[in-house]
Nanobody, 125 residues
Framework: QVQLVESGGGLVQAGDSLRLSCAAS????????MGWFRQAPGKEREVVAT????????DYAASVKGRFTISRDNAENTVYLQMNSLKPEDTAVYYC??????????????????WGQGTQVTVSS
């Protein structure tokens, strides 16, 4: 069982930056590939960024590429999402997720076994 706790969300203006953190309880955190997802009101949960177990391989949704950066610190059992140049359309609840599925990164939410409770990000125009 893995417990994930997100933090760092808030209300910002367009163009600002935020860094989300996700702390994991797993003793073998490095055995999990991780992902950040988001869900806006009335929309389905979508992938934002994913990262491999070692942190070497990352992948991003087209809408955030070049603005967001996912990283992880396996010694601290934490994954991060640095969000720059935020836009109103980035407003959503952001979730981190963990998976032991085979493969480097995973873009489908159905591949993830563990989820955090989410943190709200609101970007005003």
């Amino acid at each position: 069982q893995v417990q994930l706790v997100e933090s760092g969300g808030g209300l910002v203006q367009a163009g600002d930056s935020l860094r989300l953190s996700c702390a994991a309880s797993a003793r073998t955190f490095s055995s999990y590939a991780m992902g950040w997802f988001r869900q806006a009101p009335g929309k389905e949960r979508e992938v934002v960024a994913t990262i491999s177990r070692t942190g070497i391989i990352t992948d991003y949704a087209a809408s955030v590429k070049g603005r967001f950066t996912i990283s992880r610190d396996n010694a601290e059992n934490t994954v991060y999402l640095q969000m720059n140049s935020l836009k109103p359309e980035d407003t959503a609840v952001y979730y981190c997720a963990a998976t032991r599925s085979y493969g480097a990164t995973h873009s489908s939410r159905y591949e993830y076994e563990y989820w955090g409770q989410g943190t709200q990000v609101t970007v005003s125009s």
